[in-house]
């Protein structure tokens, strides 16, 4: 079989294989990002970007389009606590709304940032992810698995695989970026710390406690 040499192996199509893909086109470094799905996930999961990110799809000038697909979820919102129960109980509208100005760079923090943070959901920011990467020359190839890689001494080889034709293909990498790292390194001391619970409805008596939030109430506890 013939081995394809390219520098970085990114394996997952997500937020971060997909921002990988960018950040390295924007530092001209070649890559080849493989992912097994087909297509991004439909699911909304993470509800939106810090101003942190935000200045960092500036810099490659995608923060005009992630702003432009923020979605219905934009008037959503989250509590933080222990329990359910505890949270609505305790929870104060001020100190909600302050800890998203904190994370979103808005109210006291707007100086620190020419940007603010997005609420656009991940199934609207992929999809912008994926096709900037494709157009900036990031080889991006969806419904691609890693089947298993070998680390050298001097990077990895790697056999990848197109799950439509299953027509395997083995490439050496000088680098590999992976989020499945437990899947594949033996012995991972990998350990999830957190859980996150989330409850999506809508609900008139909510605004009681969070005027500006009648969508998702989300409960985590440690
Ligand atoms: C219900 C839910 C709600 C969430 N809410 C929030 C939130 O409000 N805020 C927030 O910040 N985060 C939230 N998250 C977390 C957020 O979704 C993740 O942090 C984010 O998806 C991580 O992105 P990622 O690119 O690292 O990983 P993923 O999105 O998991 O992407 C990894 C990709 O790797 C692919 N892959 C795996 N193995 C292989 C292989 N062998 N070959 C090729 N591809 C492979 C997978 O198919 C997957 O697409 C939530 C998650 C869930 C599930």
């Not at 992810?129 to 080889?157: C, H, M, P, W, Y």
């Not at 899947?183 to 609900?203: E, G, K």
Request: charged letters at 20%; proline letters at 5%.
């Amino acid at each position: 079989m013939e081995m394809k040499p390219i520098p970085t192996l990114i394996v997952g199509g997500g937020t971060v294989g997909l921002s990988a893909s960018l950040f390295l086109s924007h530092h001209h470094i070649p890559s080849l990002l493989v992912e097994l799905h087909p297509r991004p996930s439909s699911h909304p999961r993470a509800r939106g970007l810090n101003a942190r990110s935000m200045e960092l799809y500036r810099e490659i000038g995608l923060e005009k389009v992630i702003y432009a697909n923020e979605t219905a979820l934009v008037k959503s919102g989250g509590l933080r606590g222990e329990t359910l129960v505890a949270t609505l109980a305790h929870h104060s509208s001020q100190a909600r709304q302050a800890f998203y100005d904190r994370l979103e760079g808005k109210g006291t923090f707007a100086h620190l940032s020419p940007v603010t943070g997005s609420r656009c959901t991940q199934d609207a920011l992929e999809p912008i992810l994926l096709a900037a990467a494709r157009e900036r020359g990031g080889d991006v190839r969806f419904n691609t698995q890693l089947l298993s890689f070998t680390q050298k001494r001097d990077g990895i080889i790697a056999t990848i695989q197109d799950r439509s034709t299953s027509v395997q293909q083995v490439i050496s990498a000088d680098s590999l970026l992976m989020e499945q790292r437990a899947q594949y390194v033996p012995h991972s001391t990998f350990r999830p710390t957190d859980m996150a619970h989330w409850a999506i409805f809508s609900t008139s008596s909510l605004k009681q406690i969070s005027p500006t939030s009648s969508r998702i109430v989300s409960s985590a506890s440690v």
